[in-house]
């Protein structure tokens, strides 16, 4: 069976680590290898620096070294800069590290993305977290 190829926007890794979160479901998922995810090292770097702010430093290092020893986390280097979100060009790297590694979906609740719906190619399908629970573990 082949894995859903997905990019996760920080907040949406971010609302995911704490087990008490209602969104956990997505981090236990990544976990067990469910999908998989596909990372820039720029996206590591605002990972650790929105978690460490939020959680705590140390929080961030060990999220950090469990992502990187999943077989299902994938490196992926980025050869061309899109520049396709102009309203927040910081999110750029989600979506040049999307089509670098050819995803399924860029899952975020961010509303810069949806730029993303009118614009042809290179095409990236950008889905909210809800939107995501569906197509990963079907409907309730």
């Not at 860029?106 to 939107?131: C, G, H, M, W, Y």
Request: hydrophobic share 45%; net charge neutral.
């Amino acid at each position: 069976m082949k894995l859903l190829k997905v990019v996760l926007d920080t907040n949406i890794l971010l609302v995911s680590i704490s087990s008490k979160s209602p969104y956990h479901w997505l981090f236990q998922n990544l976990l067990t290898g469910r999908f998989d995810l596909y990372v820039t090292t720029d996206i590591l770097m605002e990972y650790e620096e929105i978690i460490a702010t939020k959680y705590h430093p140390q929080v961030a290092k060990d999220v950090l070294r469990t992502l990187l020893k999943l077989p299902n986390v994938h490196r992926q280097f980025v050869y061309s800069r899109w520049n396709l979100i102009a309203n927040d060009p910081d999110d750029d790297k989600f979506v040049d590290c999307a089509i670098a590694g050819n995803v399924h979906y860029l899952v975020s609740q961010d509303k810069p993305f949806d730029v993303l719906k009118n614009i042809a190619f290179p095409r990236v399908t950008v889905l909210n977290l809800e939107s995501f629970k569906v197509i990963l573990l079907g409907p309730e």
